[in-house]
């Protein structure tokens, strides 16, 4: 098998989330290009269309997502004993809105393609606004582990007794840089998904299709980076 960076990136592609996050980072680069190429007709129509038909694709794909999220939800409970109490009560509160978020998108997708006789747009929405939700509780999730990990690395810079070995400082530096990385991700998506409420809230339906693009486009790729890291077993 593959070393290095190549190697985690085979072998993220070859894992349901990370070819997610590969369709994703296309389906949203489609539209940054379409949407800032002039002209409406061909190549940047044509993009355009891309996008949209990837982005179905992984509405249709999310079908699946259920079982695993469940499960996910079941394992972690309530959390480990051990964890900040912040934490945990975050991350419950995500895998919740989490759960909640797929059998709205379902229902969305069923009605969209009349196999319920339903209007989509308030579940679309409902959906959306659930995704709102899991975005900041990850921010905040993140930021409180931030928060941690600098106060452990100030301490570490004191003379803390025993020592600290590099190790464990390196360590505590790639968890900062992850949890750095998965804000600026989520805040990105966060973005995008204010922008996709009902108008009138925040900046909902005011960015142009180029702005959508390029904000999805670069948490893709954090995603993209992330997963492979983990995938080549070494800290994102």
Known sequence: MAAGPLGGLVAALETHRGRDWAVRALCYGC?????????????????????????????????????????HSYSYGLGPKGEDALVRGLSVLCNVANQLYYPCEHLAWAADVGIIRAGSQKWWTRSTVLWC????????RSLRILFQLRRKLSQHKGYDFPPTSPQSQQKLRAQVKTEVLSILRDTADLSNA????PPG?????????????LLGTISSLIGIYQASRRANSEPA
């Open 31 to 71: 539209q940054l290009a379409g949407a800032a190429l002039p002209g409406p007709a061909g190549l940047p129509g044509g993009l355009l269309t891309a996008s949209a038909q990837l982005s179905s694709c992984r509405t249709a794909l999310r079908l699946f997502d259920d079982l695993a999220m469940l499960q």
């Open 194 to 197: 204010i922008h996709w409420l």
């Open 201 to 213: 809230f925040l900046w909902a339906g005011r960015f142009p299709p180029w702005l959508v693009g």
């Open 133 to 140: 939700c899991t975005l900041l509780l990850d921010i905040l």
